[in-house]
């Protein structure tokens, strides 16, 4: 560790997340604006969140540890330790001019994820060992994650095979019906076109493919949406 990590104190388990997420940006060696710009946020959401006039959102902690690479049972209840490896907090620290993390050099990171099917913890899956490319083409954001979509409920939108890129929402951002958004809930995600309901309360999840049925359930049953920002579909010739 360099003189900066160890002149900085480590939050105590008993600390509070904002008391965490001030650490990281005395880490980072970045302005607080520089550090909302780091993580993907707006200045003035960061500055509510850590005067505690905002609440810290599930959505905001995966935005920190997908961006940063902290680890998320510290992050939330203090366990462990804020790094799993030394070289994430090595590559925190940066100044402003700094690219974000890889994917400003490389192109936007290409992960072998099925995004269609798992489990809700979607964000612990961005690692760098599941990483297997950078896509730098013209449209792409590099600071989405690029993932591969299986299944044929959304087909011929979205081939079984094709790659999208996804931007995480945050839990105040309004809805865009009728775009694709891959739809995280308790069991299992999915990726469809959310729609507006007669009943507020409630969402309409459309597929693409005639065969599959429209899919009503609660709002508050969605635990986290990604707004698909790009669609991948391509063929292999030989």
């Not at 999208?164 to 009728?178: E, F, K, N, Q």
Request: glycine share 6%; hydrophobic share 40%; aromatic share 6%.
């Amino acid at each position: 560790m360099n003189k900066i990590l160890d002149s900085l104190t480590l939050p105590a388990p008993t600390a509070s997340v904002t008391d965490r997420l001030r650490y990281l940006i005395k880490l980072s060696r970045l302005t607080q604006a520089g550090f909302a710009d780091r993580i993907g946020v707006d200045p003035s959401n960061l500055s509510r969140l850590l005067t505690g006039h905002t609440p810290v959102s599930d959505t905001f902690i995966n935005r920190v540890v997908v961006n940063l690479g902290v680890s998320k049972p510290w992050l939330t209840d203090g366990c462990g330790v804020p790094f799993p490896r030394d070289i994430h907090a090595r590559e925190l620290q940066a100044d402003e001019n700094t690219p974000r993390h890889d994917g400003r050099r490389h192109g936007a990171p290409v992960y072998d994820i099925n995004v269609s099917a798992g489990s809700a913890n979607l964000s612990r899956e961005f690692t760098k060992e599941r990483i297997i490319g950078f896509c730098d083409l013209p449209g792409i954001n590099v600071e989405c994650p690029i993932v591969r979509v299986r299944g044929n409920s959304m087909s011929p939108r979205l081939a079984d095979g094709s790659w999208v890129s996804i931007r995480p929402v945050s839990d105040t951002a309004p809805i865009l019906w009728g775009q694709i958004y891959v739809v995280v809930l308790d069991e299992y995600r999915m990726i469809k076109y959310v729609r507006r309901h007669n009943d507020p309360s409630m969402i309409v999840l459309h597929s693409d493919n005639p065969d599959y049925d429209d899919i009503e359930l609660p709002r508050d049953a969605v635990r986290s949406l990604y707004l698909v920002e790009t669609i991948m579909n391509f063929e292999i010739v030989i």
